[in-house]
């Protein structure tokens, strides 16, 4: 899953709204920032296949540390942990450990049965993406929902705050049409390094608008 990962940081806005949106959804898309660092250190497979399932073009051999449910679970205690502890109290801590958390229940519902439980565990899946179709109006609703949840309890301080989160939400939308109209990655390298780098562009631009829009 891609853009209903951002949804649900939109999304959680409503639940912590001390919280920056570049926080939230940073919590939320955590372990596919991880991915990319451990299949470049090789510590993480993955191979580009063709037809892996109906949606995307790769196949997830190994990603322990960055998917499975035990690890995405101490992820998340640990980064909300310190986060609330450090800055904002309990509920904040509680907010960016479920949003870690959800990552690995989005993913189970889409993926093929490649998400582990605990390294070296069993694998599950509910395969979401065997249908292109089904992907699309799922993923899509909930991206809609949470900008819009959003939008309803902050308002623009000034021109960044709203051209900004505009910017965003077309930059979202289209990464995600090219990521299904495109083929698949030239080469493993290239793969990494755009999830890398469009990650972090993408925290860094809802961190800036965060601060440029109010409740
Ligand atoms: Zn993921």
Not at 35 to 53: M, Y
Not at 139 to 168: I, K, N, Q
Not at 176 to 183: D, E, F, K, Q
Request: charged fraction near 10%.
């Amino acid at each position: 899953m891609f853009i209903g990962h951002f949804a649900l940081g939109f999304a959680a806005k409503r639940a912590a709204p001390r919280i920056s949106l570049g926080t939230l959804c940073g919590a939320a898309v955590l372990s596919d920032l991880l991915w990319p660092v451990l299949v470049a250190v090789g510590i993480e497979q993955v191979r580009i296949l063709p037809g892996a399932t109906a949606f995307t073009p790769l196949e997830f051999v190994s990603y322990p540390y960055s998917h499975s449910l035990l690890c995405v679970a101490i992820w998340g205690l640990a980064v909300g942990g310190l986060y609330g502890l450090r800055l904002h109290g309990f509920r904040a801590m509680a907010v960016v450990a479920l949003l870690v958390l959800s990552h690995w229940v989005l993913d189970w519902v889409t993926h093929a049965p490649d998400m582990p439980l605990y390294p070296g565990g069993p694998r599950y899946g509910l395969g979401l993406w065997y249908s292109v179709p089904a992907t699309i109006v799922v993923e899509s609703t909930l991206f809609v929902a949470g900008v819009w949840t959003y939008v309803r309890l902050t308002r623009p301080r000034d021109g960044a705050g709203h051209w900004g989160l505009v910017s965003l939400v077309l930059l979202l939308v289209i990464a995600y049409v090219a990521n299904i109209l495109g083929g698949p990655p030239p080469s493993i390298d290239a793969l990494w390094m755009v999830a890398l780098a469009g990650g972090a562009m993408t925290l860094l631009m809802a961190l800036w608008i965060d601060g440029h829009r109010t409740i």
